[in-house]
């Protein structure tokens, strides 16, 4: 099909460009924009109205003019191509190699939208991870095909943890094929710059993707950044059977872009004017992670954000929270504290913990023990809030041991060191010991063979 | 499917709306096919010789002039033997069958019946040629599954004589009687339509009277919701909504379930896919899944569809009522519906109300709650059916000042209100027991009288006021320290906690736990209470309130909620050894107290000995 080009834009409107006397242009499409100095960006069309396009600029729209900005129409979306040579790869938030490697000869060439998995289709995750870290693995596990985000604040060590997971994530009994793909999205170079010598110094970058979009790059293009990589992933995950953790960071980034468009376009705006589709968008993302019937692989998903203010009901948390298969929530107040990782473990969740543990997948007393060390820590971070107030002297004897517990907790069970990995034994291990703490009527939520049976 | 006319063209398109042209007689909510891929839409708005059209697919790659196609006809769904077991997106499609046709995603433009074609179904005639019939009533029946009749009624509209009843292996499109009205003659078919957006007929509504018995407790007892009833379970995520709907698909003793799955997560419908057909109904003994039916509009599926979902789902709900039987009706999450309509008003630049929702997002949810109820069905049998709708609700930072909580509010009968901060201590279901309520109580309460115990009703009163008081009685703890309270209130605290712990406290992975009978609801909360009105009595009779709390009896009053449904004879014995252990307390007490008094009286006798 012959490229069709134009020379009609009528308005330019921050990332917006509004075209006439157009043909025969698709919902979607791609465009290339070339600039009067003769470079060229993409796009895409957010809207046709009979003869008028709206296209949304990938390329900051700075040096655009009305006058000599030129249009083609690409008559397909976005796509990405793929092959095995991806791996080890580092490639812009669009999907084009800035590492001075050679073009991808790509195998297939995909759509980044992606289609939605039938619900049908899918198979119930439940192969449980072991990262190593105790608050994860013991209160809110990850499991293989999950969707768990990290939510984080600005300074807090988000990234040392999503590497952390990265580099000692296993699946017990199974040695298989895995990779990881990167997506940055509005991050610095430093943060960016973190993960890739993390990868290159375990050697886990020749099985990595990495797709950088950084604070200083177009920041409308990060809206097609998590759909890249994903779209990578899904190819790494579906059509060679890799088992695939898939990182983006930060999400908080994204929304934002996805705003900035929202404004341009003066749309009704929803809660602190994120557009009111943002659940949508969202889940057109995070939906993506998951397991197929009769597939080898799997997507697992850590995306991370930093909530503004740290504020949990914030737009964008809040949402996520609503679309990930639980979160692990990170605390300034621990941080502060000096403990890592400093994870919230009550606000955190893990919805498939329930399918990914027991019998035959860690241990048969991992859940009661769980809801147990949950309540118990629950209860003395309670017992402390009244003590602060009024002195430890106005609590009962139980709650002066729950108040103990909870930073014996903090300190034994949550803190540990960034390169120390513990199984998943010693993890359980160290929760029945803290457990001990308490006396044998309060412990409600364990059965009474398992405290025969370990805690000795 | 209906038959198809000439074609429109497309001028407009902007995400799931499209604008079309010169679309021959359009009808609101007609159903439209746009584009070469022929994706289905539906009419919402007409202007001139302009029609708006949500599309039910992902619209990319859809431009103008392409052709758009009218059918004629309303959105509607199937209805008829093949329903059960069934898992369908928000529109009717069966995405299993989906997933034979194309693969793992879901391709556009796919044409699939609801319904299996080519399947035969034993329908047994129930009427006799010659015979006159009316609207509703049952010409013959199907067995379905082992659980479910299905019953073959005469549509709405349609009376006379059978002038032929068919018998044996069936099609769904095939007739199973002729009806004679006058001269003219109607074929009824072993499947009918129905289109979503209109209620099914009925004779009249009647008031909902009976329980609908979830076996979750802090529902049963507390708060719960009559057949034929509506209820709303708001919270914050990760506060238990699903959780609680998926409960009550699988333990409710209603007939027949509709679990619609309206812009939520894809694998809670795979969760249910998994686990229902393994699961066995504690009243018909068969898999849960004979039963049930799925609509599964997922977060990520197309938005207009979301919309439909709930539409689609209700209306099977009401066709299953009409055969004279209870369906419960779970939606998950009635906020992702209210999304897709805000997102659709927002496409047509409709004027937006509150937090840009369009301005009859209260009565579209009303419309739709009015859709449940117990009626008397349309028949001469006087067949009663009931749907009874659950719907979660998901505000924003958890604020049920939001629209959607608001609006839901002032239609159900029935508030459960997720508490974040419960769900965090991991106190699950997280219903926050101060702020939730039910306006069928009184109903209810009747019924337990007449089928369970007639000291229930109080029984339930004596434990709500417990909880308040421990309210009230934290409120003080919060400002002076636990040793401001009394003997007796530190006892009242010590109960409130074991109602609490031991009986609103269900673990929905436990296999016991899961699911409580009324009966075992009942015996539970009175062993509970039991403890404590014996343990006032000993705090009466001076016995210390440190060895009531550490009596060993009160950890089986811990386990009591494991007992198995089979040996509910257990509660008796452990009622008795709760009395018994405390009575032990008291005798000790009044022994001792002799003793002590015996001794004062020799002080006190010395001293004035010594005056
Ligand atoms: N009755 C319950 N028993 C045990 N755990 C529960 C119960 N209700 C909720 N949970 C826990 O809370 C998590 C979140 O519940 P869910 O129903 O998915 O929340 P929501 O739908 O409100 O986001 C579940 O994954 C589970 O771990
Ligand atoms: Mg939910």
Not at chain 2, 3 to 19: D, M, S, T
Not at chain 2, 517 to 540: C, G, H, P, T
Not at chain 2, 586 to 598: C, D, F
Request: aromatic share 8%; proline share 5%.
């Amino acid at each position: 099909m012959a490229i069709k080009e134009y020379l009609t834009v009528k308005e330019i409107v921050g990332p917006l460009l509004l075209v006439e006397g157009v043909e025969g242009a698709k919902y979607g499409e791609l465009v290339e924009v070339e600039f009067p100095d003769g470079s060229v960006g993409l796009g895409n069309v957010l809207e046709v109205s009979e003869d008028r396009v709206l296209i949304q600029s990938f390329e900051e729209t700075r040096g655009l003019d009305v006058a000599n900005t030129k249009i083609r129409f690409r008559g397909r979306g976005l796509e990405l191509g793929v092959s095995r040579d991806i791996l080890g790869r580092v490639f812009d938030g669009l999907g084009r190699p800035i590492d001075g490697g050679p073009e991808i000869i790509p195998d297939a060439r995909l759509s980044i939208s992606g289609n939605p998995i039938n619900p049908y289709a899918r198979d119930y995750p439940s192969d449980f991870i072991q990262t190593g870290i105790s608050a994860i693995d013991g209160l809110n596990p990850l499991v293989r095909g999950q969707k768990l985000p990290i939510f984080s604040g600005s300074g807090l060590p988000h990234s040392r943890i999503a590497a952390q997971i990265a580099r000692q994530s296993a699946v017990l009994g199974k040695e298989e094929e895995f990779s990881v793909v990167f997506a940055a999205m509005g991050i610095t170079f430093e943060e960016a710059n973190y993960f890739i010598s993390e990868f290159k110094r375990t050697a886990a970058i020749e099985r990595t993707v990495l797709f950088v979009n950084l604070a200083d790059d177009p920041a409308i293009e990060r809206i097609a950044t998590p759909r890249v990589a994903l779209t990578a992933a899904e190819y790494l995950a579906f059509e060679l059977g890799m088992h695939v953790l898939v990182i983006l960071t930060d999400m908080t980034y994204y929304c934002e872009a996805l705003r900035e468009v929202s404004a341009a376009r003066k749309e009704v705006p929803g809660r602190r004017g994120y557009p009111g589709y943002l659940y949508t968008d969202l889940a057109t993302i995070y939906e993506r992670a998951g397991r197929i019937k009769d597939e080898r692989g799997s997507i697992t998903q850590i995306p991370i954000l930093s909530m503004p203010e740290d504020d949990k009901t914030h737009p964008i948390p809040d949402l996520t929270g609503y679309i990930t298969e639980g979160q692990i929530i990170l605390s300034r107040e621990l941080h502060r504290r000096g403990i890592y990782p400093p994870i919230d473990v009550l606000p955190s969740l893990s919805r498939l913990k329930e399918k990914g543990i027991g019998e035959g997948k860690t241990r048969e007393d991992h859940s009661n023990l769980s809801n147990q060390l949950f309540s118990a820590y629950a209860r003395g971070k309670e017992a402390k809030e009244l003590a602060v107030i009024l002195g430890e002297a106005a609590l009962s004897d139980v709650d002066k041991l729950y108040a103990k517990f909870s930073d014996e907790f903090e300190d034994r069970f949550v803190r540990q060191g960034e390169f120390e990995n513990r199984t998943i034994e010693e993890t359980l291990a160290i929760g029945w010991d803290l457990l001990r703490m308490l006396p044998r009527a309060e412990l409600k939520r364990v059965k009474r063979e398992q405290i025969e049976k370990y805690m000795k | 499917m209906v038959e198809e006319r000439q074609a429109g063209e497309i001028v407009k398109v902007a995400g799931p709306l499209v604008v079309a042209r010169g679309l021959p007689q359009p009808r609101m909510y007609d159903l439209v096919r746009v584009g070469n891929e022929r994706l289905m839409g539906e009419i919402i708005e007409l202007r001139g010789d302009r029609a708006s059209i949500q599309v039910y697919e992902e619209t990319g790659g859809l431009g103008p002039g392409d052709p758009v196609y009218t059918t004629g006809g309303a959105l509607s769904v199937e209805l008829g033997p093949g329903l059960i077991g069934s898992i369908y997106d928000g529109v009717q499609r069966p995405l299993d069958l989906i997933r034979e046709a194309t693969g793992n995603y879901i391709a556009r433009g796919v044409e699939m019946p609801a319904l299996e074609r080519e399947k035969e179904w034993e329908f047994v005639p129930r009427r006799k040629p010659g015979e006159s019939v009316s609207e509703g009533d049952i010409l013959g029946v199907v067995q379905e599954t082992p659980v479910v009749e299905h019953r073959i009624m005469v549509p709405p509209g349609v009376s006379g004589t059978i002038e032929e009843i068919m018998s044996g292996g069936l099609k769904v499109t095939d007739v199973v009687a002729v009806i004679k009205d006058g001269d003219r003659f109607h074929n009824i078919t072993l499947s009918t339509i129905w289109p979503v957006r209109r209620p099914r007929l009925y004779k009249e509504k009647i008031p909902p009277k009976n329980e609908l018995v979830t076996g979750q407790r802090v529902i049963d007892t507390f708060f719960p919701v009559a057949m034929g009833g509506t209820a709303c379970v708001p919270g914050p995520f990760g506060s238990g909504k699903t959780v609680i709907q998926h409960e009550i698909a699988k333990w409710a003793n209603a007939d027949i379930i509709i679990f619609i799955g309206c812009g939520e997560r894809g694998n809670e419908m795979t969760e249910v896919l998994l686990e229902f057909p393994e699961l066995i109904d504690p009243y018909s003994g068969e898999p849960l899944m004979k039963r049930t039916v799925l609509i599964a509009n997922t977060s990520n599926m197309p938005v207009a569809a979301r919309e439909a979902s709930v539409y689609t789902g209700i209306t099977i709900a009401e066709y299953f009522r009409d055969m004279g039987y209870h369906v419960a009706l779970q939606a998950d999450s009635t906020s992702r519906w209210a999304e897709a309509l805000r997102e659709i008003s927002g496409r047509l630049e409709e004027m937006p109300g509150e937090e840009g929702f369009p301005a009859y997002l209260g009565t579209r949810l009303a419309s739709f709650y009015e859709r449940a109820g117990m009626v008397k069905c349309l028949g001469s049998d006087e067949r009663i059916g009931s749907v009874t709708v659950v719907g979660a609700v998901s505000p924003p930072g958890g604020d049920l000042s939001e629209p959607v909580t608001q609006a839901t509010l002032r239609v159900v009968k029935v508030f459960w209100g997720l508490e974040d901060r419960l769900a965090f201590r991991r106190h699950f279901p997280a219903i926050n027991w101060l702020i939730s309520y039910s306006l069928y109580l009184d109903e209810v309460e009747s019924q337990w009288i007449k089928e369970v115990n007639k000291e229930f009703p109080e029984l339930r009163r004596e434990a709500m006021a417990l909880l308040q008081r421990e309210a009230e009685l934290e409120e003080i703890v919060r400002l002076v320290g636990i040793e401001a309270l009394s003997s007796a209130e530190r006892l009242t605290m010590e109960a409130a906690r074991s109602v609490r712990e031991d009986f609103l406290q269900q673990n929905a992975f436990d296999e016991i736990d899961t699911y409580t009978s009324i009966k075992k609801q009942f015996l539970l909360l009175r062993l509970v209470m039991r403890f404590y009105k014996e343990a006032e009595k000993a705090l009466d009779a001076g016995v210390d309130i440190r060895e009531l709390i550490n009596l060993p009896v009160r950890e089986d009053i811990a386990q009591a909620k494991f007992i198995r449904e089979e040996n509910l004879s257990e509660f008796d014995e452990l009622e008795k050894r709760v009395a018994d252990s405390i009575n032990e307390l008291i005798k000790r007490a009044s022994a001792e107290e002799e003793a002590a008094g015996e001794s004062a009286a020799v002080v006190s006798g010395s001293a004035g000995a010594d005056e």
